[in-house]
DNA sequence: ACCCGCTTTGCAAGCGTGTGCAATCGTTCC
DNA sequence: GGAACGATTGCACACGCTTGCAAAGCGGGT
């Protein structure tokens, strides 16, 4: 099939006149090698386009410096955002990433994992989906880091960086009730994450500690396209609301599209607007959507830092706060 | 450092009372085990949580089974998509993605490759950016595929999949004129990337052979916040376009953005605008933009497809044809 | 009873690397 | 001059796997 030839230490050491060992040792930072043997193992090296194998270097050394990413629909903006910042912090602590997409069927992120065990990744980041306790376990057990982010279910051992999601929700009615609204709504998909069914928690809670009654509506997945169903349902109800509360951005432009557009109505004299995520289109002039930034790059920061740390049992459960970005499209701000 | 301890093929074959070859056979497809022993095997791996150690494996057949994909900017729309189907079709192919980020020098895509190198990939897929000539050469020499997407530049041994860009351009003018436009203008960024300056080069060329002269406008990165200055700099001449191509939809976007909320400009009563690449956004009903769809599933199945094939020295350059949307950014359609 | 052919199995070599251990070499100190 | 010491270096084993090769098992035909 396939015949590839690449140049091996051996080769090298040859050209060089040294051992083996010694080339090995040139490219192992911290061993102990003349600064002679290290410039002649250099030259031999570059010469013949030599690159040390890391598929047997991480037989050795028991560290594949590989990452698993595993995240489905991952050309969501928030999503591929995370993607992007992760790559770049795994690359600066010299890591690489290996991405599985879980767009298939859903054990397909138990799938995933044991790709990542296959190919004995160093630590597998979870960005969508919820394995299964049994597979994770084999993960822990076998020495494997594991980050959940927004996955917010339990799992001992393991990293989870979660955004306070209710205290949002509370701060979005907050922002909302202030700007005068008095019929609250909160547009929902079904997807029923557990991050996004606390948002919708959080905000009901403080409707209700208000005084308030939330109207809720629920329907497909998190997307745009769901938004128009949305508006929909929510706008020829006898009791239009004047203040909906979207699960996350690309929801919310897809309901504020169809207010406008369908049922000519205007953000935000009409109806206020709040998001999630700030993706890169809620700050498009178009849309100018008040909505939450999730401290993405922060998230990534700590998600890579965390790989290696020695193990804390303790305190590895992060709970960040979003960051309320004021736009116009709630009255007031 | 980090203690991982996986089970190895060693500690199945002794539970299994079978030789550590018998369960190397297991698992690999096509070889000669009996029913018997492989029952027991698998039983038995099952009960470990036995996985093959890939790396191991990859080092013994040369054949790593990963695949790199080269990117920068991944969170933008298109290259988002594309790298989602990249990594779909890869693992239909049981091959596996390496996510590789050059967001930051430029010599970085030169880096991307020296990885690809040490981790042994079977294969590079380039999106972004064009590495240096000898880096390529000896990735080719080590026997690696190498496939450039929207690259242009010629590299024998590559496949390289491009878009037919001069004459998605032609008919983009086409389009305008036929919808009675009549004074044009193409709208790009300073990226002066083959693929955009092919779209330029063709818009130009097609106006030209009409009569008509095109007004170019450079600014920025290929992005939303790029529009905005090109419709100050396209809607402030003494002579405003009726007619602008884009080089790609996130520019069109912050172009259209601009014209309707900076100078009350209506698309496409006012000034009618074709974008590239049908992204999402083109879709949402406030832009409703007519476009040029880039095939992308069919190029990641081309590409990954390839990798299987035996080399083929002649036709390893594809052209594909981009598909025009007809949405509402256009008079008549 | 013998031989032939087929399937299954174990042995052992090898893939490219890291690293402990002992040997070598050059220096310094008494 | 000799001993002690630290810096280098080479040898050889280990990592977990695949696979060619030969041996073993087995059934059928003569």
Redesign the pocket.
């Known amino acids: 099939m396939s015949r590839k030839?690449?140049?091996?230490?051996?080769?090298?050491?040859d050209r060089a006149?040294?051992?083996?060992?010694?080339?090995?040792?040139t490219?192992?930072p911290?061993?102990?090698?003349?600064?002679?043997?290290?410039r002649r193992v250099t030259e031999a090296a570059e010469a013949l386009g030599?690159?040390?194998?890391?598929?047997?270097?991480g037989?050795?050394?028991?560290e594949s410096g590989i990452v698993c990413l595993i995240v489905s629909e991952m050309d969501t903006p928030y999503r591929a955002r995370l993607v992007r910042a992760l790559t770049r912090q795994l690359q600066s602590m010299s890591k690489i990433a290996m991405l599985i997409n879980t767009d298939r069927s859903d054990d397909s992120v138990d799938q995933a994992l044991r790709q990542a065990i296959s190919y004995?990744a160093d630590a597998s980041i979870i960005l969508s989906g919820m394995p299964d306790k049994s597979i994770t376990d084999l993960c822990l057990k076998s020495g494997q880091r594991l980050v959940l982010i927004n996955r917010d279910e339990d799992r001992e051992g393991a990293l989870m960086i979660n955004l306070n999601d209710r205290e949002a929700a509370r701060r979005a009615f907050i922002a909302l009730l202030r700007a005068g609204c008095r019929s609250f709504a909160f547009a929902n998909s079904e997807a029923r994450t557990p991050s996004l069914m606390a948002r919708e928690e959080g905000f009901c809670a403080a409707g209700r500690e208000h005084g308030f009654e939330v109207t809720v509506e629920r329907f497909g997945p998190t997307a745009y396209k769901s938004g128009a169903v949305l508006a929909q349902r929510l706008f020829t109800r006898e009791k239009r609301p004047d203040a909906i509360f979207c699960v996350n951005d690309l929801l919310a432009c897809g309901l504020m599209d169809a207010a406008r557009h369908q049922f000519n109505l205007s953000v935000p004299s009409d109806v206020c607007v709040i998001g999630f995520d700030d993706i890169e289109q809620a700050s498009w002039s178009s849309y100018n959507l008040t909505t939450f930034a999730q401290p993405v790059d922060h998230i990534a920061a700590e998600a890579v830092a965390w790989l290696d740390r020695p193990t804390a049992e303790h305190e590895n459960l992060h709970r960040l706060e979003a960051e309320l970005i004021w736009r116009g499209s709630v009255r007031g701000g």
């Open positions: 030839i690449f140049v091996s230490a051996k080769e090298v050491a006149g040294v051992s083996r060992s010694a080339v090995s040792r490219f192992t911290g061993a102990s090698v003349s600064d002679e043997t290290r030599y690159h040390v194998n890391h598929l047997a270097r037989l050795m050394r028991n004995r």
